[in-house]
């Protein structure tokens, strides 16, 4: 049986960005998105959808403090050489370490601090070629994360998200947190997050019904949960296996 979801705020998207405890934390997720794998998920998923041309550009949303993307970029780099990249967060985290380290490997990283919906409904934003996401949906509770499905459709080709997995396992592997030494609002908002996460198919449920695009959703390692859409043209398989499950 499948834990209810309910949102809750997280102590991290309130904190200030210079508190010692956000800080902490934010170093703390850098190693608790290592432990889930999800920079390798999300690298994968990237090469699954192009297998051909690289995309011209790639955008997170809820991108913290650009350090997951610059893992995946690291990732890709021997394969897409340049790249532009959109790091959003409603707050300004981005350092110039981590934008150094992205020019070092020829990325372009550009950071935008603005709210997701309002950034994504400007009338005259582009339609990118892939958004990502990693711990970010599972913010927003369904009619929220409705609205922002709707408005990422309009606006890319692709969606890769990594969110937490509902599920006892990860409930339990969210307790454990300090016992790996992360602080007071890491070990909160794990918990929050889990009981926030995903399970089953429900992102497709959410996604807009419009146009043709493939969809993915499926478990990931021990504490993940991952969902891909895909305009069809940009489909590698070409198979619509919405739903299906995926080997880790
Ligand atoms: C759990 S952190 C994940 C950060 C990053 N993706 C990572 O994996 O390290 C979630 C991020 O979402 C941002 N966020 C929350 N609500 C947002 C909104 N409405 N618009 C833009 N960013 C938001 C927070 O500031 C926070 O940095």
């Known amino acids: 049986m499948h834990l209810r979801r309910s949102i809750e705020p997280e102590w991290l998207d309130e904190l200030p960005p210079a508190d010692p405890r956000a800080m902490r934390s934010r170093r703390d997720l850098r190693r608790i998105n290592a432990l889930m794998m999800n920079g390798?998920?999300?690298?994968?998923?990237?090469?699954?959808?192009?297998?051909?041309?690289?995309?011209?550009a790639i955008v997170e949303i809820g991108a913290g403090d650009g350090s997951f993307l610059l893992r995946v970029a690291e990732k890709l780099a021997p394969q897409w050489p340049a790249m532009d990249v959109v790091l959003l967060d409603q707050q300004s985290l981005v350092s110039p370490a981590t934008s150094g380290r992205f020019t070092a490997i020829g990325w372009q990283a550009q950071a935008v601090s603005a709210d997701v919906f309002a950034w994504l409904a400007q009338p005259a934003a582009p339609v990118f070629d892939v958004i990502v996401a990693n711990l970010f949906l599972h913010h927003f509770d369904a009619a929220r994360?409705?609205?922002?499905?709707?408005?990422?459709?309009?606006?890319?080709?692709?969606?890769?998200?990594?969110?937490p997995q509902r599920s006892s396992r990860a409930l339990f592997g969210s307790r454990m947190l300090g016992?790996?030494?992360?602080?007071?609002?890491?070990?909160?908002?794990?918990?929050?997050?889990?009981?926030?996460?995903?399970?089953?198919r429900e992102l497709c449920g959410l996604w807009p019904a419009v146009g043709a695009w493939t969809l993915r959703e499926y478990p990931y390692g021990l504490f993940s949960h991952c969902f891909v859409a895909a305009r069809a043209e940009n489909d590698a398989s070409g198979a619509c296996d919405v739903g299906a499950g995926h080997p880790a």
Do not use: M, Q, Y
């Open 40 to 56: 390798r998920l999300v690298a994968r998923e990237l090469r699954r959808v192009f297998p051909g041309p690289a995309p011209r």
């Open 145 to 163: 994360l409705a609205e922002l499905l709707s408005l990422i459709a309009r606006r890319t080709r692709v969606l890769i998200a990594c969110e």
């Open 179 to 200: 016992a790996i030494g992360c602080n007071d609002v890491t070990r909160h908002d794990a918990v929050v997050s889990v009981r926030a996460g995903f399970v089953n």
